[in-house]
Structure formats: structure tokens, C-alpha cells
């Protein structure tokens, strides 16, 4: 009895160990264009970086950590920092404006018409990301549909295309959808009991809400604002089209070293290093602290 039961053992830690052998047929055909299409031109980039002026059709010779010392330059350190203002300032403006739509929206309007409302949030989805921003520069230019609009008030016009205000505008319009959408999926699971018993225990709602309900939805507050904050630093479009010199990003940068007129691929890899690294740190810190449910 003892032998038999001892095989059983063995057997089932066989299974157990070679049981992820039959999701590999499944898992290769991704696992392979993973691999080319991302894995490894990523480590084609950090091959470049470490080559000092590589230009196209130039022989690979990594020799040094000239391009990284190069990013520390105060000119480049001042777009990296201006990088992450921008996106930090639309990660900021978009939480203003997507916590109370999306509280009102998962606590106030009814059930039937909030997959209505959802689906009108995500509606800019539908079209280019491209022409979401020539839409924008259509409304902002001086002879635009806001100006047009002041002047018919006796406002003043506003010079705000080519600006940095132009550019948070833009990417604020761009990803709002992400942070309503997260902070709805957060809201929706409120518990209306606890503020109620706030209410009776002599809460206004504004302590109420700053006490009950922002803890509760704390963790979709983080993962929407690091979503955001991601996907603005990496924003190319919108920094291009209605930013001027004054908002020159490190995406914008990188674009001029590998198609402008500098092609300096080396030192484009090491900006483009440098930002998968913030970005990753943003990933890590994403994964910690924006967890479906807070460790206890």
C-alpha cells in the first residue's frame, strides 16, 4: 500500500512539473513575435546606445558611455525634466476632471443609462489619434474656433497653439477616457453604507467624500493616474503637432536623432534607454501599489 501510494506521489509531481510543457504549443507563435518584435529590437537599441555618432550603414562598435553622459547635459536634462511636467500636469487635469464624472456616473445616474454614458467617453476612440490633435489645432489656432468664439464675446484672443498649455489640452482630451473608465470600475464598488454612516455621525459630504470615498477608490486613483502618466510621457503626437519650441519632449528628441537631420542613432538609443527605464520604474510601481485589492 505504501509503495503504490508512494508511485501516486511521484506521478502526480511529474504531472505537476511538466505541465507547463503543453501550454508552450499555445504560447510560441506569441513568444515568438514577442521576441522580434519587441524583445528584440529593445536590445538592438541598448547595443546602439553605447556607440558614440552612429550613423545608418556605420559598423556596430560599442565603445563607451560617451551618449549617456552626453543625456546629462543641461539642455537634455531640461527636456527630461519638461517631459515629466507635461505629463505629470495631464495625469494631474485628468483626475480633476475624472473623479467626479466617474462618481457621478457609477453612484448618481441609473443603471440603464450608464453604459450609455461609458460608451460616449470612449467615443474619441473611434478615430485617429491624429486627427483628434488636427481637431484641436483647428479650435486653437488665432483664426480658430475659440478665438472666433471671444471675439464674438469681446474677448481677448488667446495665443495658445504652440504652447505647453496647447499640448496639455490635447493630451488631457487623449486620455481622460483611461482614467474616467478606471476610476468608474473603482467607484462602482462603493459601499454606500459607510457613507451613510458618516452622514449620521455628522460628516459633510465634502469630509465625507475627502474620509470615505477617495480611501476606498485609492487603488484605481493610482493605477489611473501611472496609465496616464505613462502614456503621456510616451506621447509623440500631441507634443508635435500643437506644442512649440518651448515644449520640446524627450519623444520629439528622439524622433530628431533618428530621422531629423542629426541621425545620431547612438545617442537617440540611449534617450530611447533612458525612457523604457522611466517608464519601467512606473510599471514597477504601478504593479505595487495599484493592486486590485490593498494587502492587508
Excluded at 20 to 28: F, M
Aim: net charge positive; hydrophobic share 50%; with cysteine.
Amino acid at each position: 500500500m505504501q509503495t503504490s501510494s508512494k508511485q501516486k506521489i511521484i506521478k502526480k509531481r511529474h504531472r505537476f512539473n511538466l505541465g507547463w510543457l503543453e501550454a508552450l504549443p499555445l504560447l510560441a507563435p506569441t513568444g515568438i513575435w514577442f521576441f522580434l518584435l519587441l524583445v528584440l529590437p529593445t536590445l538592438i537599441i541598448i547595443e546602439l546606445s553605447f556607440v558614440k555618432d552612429i550613423k545608418p550603414g556605420d559598423i556596430v562598435q560599442p565603445n563607451g558611455f560617451d551618449n549617456y553622459i552626453r543625456i546629462l547635459d543641461p539642455v537634455y536634462l531640461e527636456i527630461i525634466k519638461n517631459s515629466v511636467l507635461i505629463a505629470a500636469g495631464t495625469t494631474l487635469i485628468c483626475l480633476i476632471l475624472a473623479l467626479p464624472t466617474a462618481y457621478w456616473i457609477a453612484q448618481k445616474v441609473p443603471k440603464r443609462w450608464q453604459n450609455f454614458l461609458l460608451l460616449s467617453i470612449i467615443l474619441p476612440f473611434w478615430t485617429s489619434s491624429l486627427l483628434r490633435s488636427y481637431a484641436w489645432i483647428t479650435i486653437l489656432r488665432p483664426t480658430g474656433l475659440l478665438n472666433t468664439v471671444l471675439s464674438y464675446l469681446d474677448l481677448p484672443s488667446l495665443e495658445i497653439l504652440n504652447t505647453t498649455y496647447a499640448v496639455l489640452i490635447g493630451m488631457s482630451y487623449s486620455l481622460l477616457p483611461y482614467m474616467v473608465l478606471i476610476l468608474y470600475a473603482s467607484l462602482e464598488k462603493l459601499d454606500k453604507r459607510l457613507l451613510e454612516a458618516a452622514a449620521d455621525l455628522g460628516a459633510s459630504p465634502i469630509v465625507a467624500f475627502w474620509k470615505v470615498t477617495v480611501p476606498q477608490a485609492l487603488t484605481g486613483i493610482i493605477a489611473g493616474c501611472f496609465l496616464v502618466f505613462i502614456t503621456a510621457l510616451g506621447d509623440y503626437i500631441n507634443p508635435q503637432l500643437l506644442g512649440g519650441a518651448s515644449s520640446m519632449t524627450i519623444t520629439r528628441l528622439i524622433y530628431n536623432q533618428f530621422l531629423g537631420l542629426t541621425e545620431n542613432w547612438g545617442f537617440g538609443s540611449a534617450l530611447s534607454t533612458t525612457l523604457i527605464l522611466i517608464v519601467s520604474v512606473a510599471i514597477a510601481l504601478l504593479i505595487k501599489f495599484g493592486e486590485a485589492e490593498p494587502k492587508k
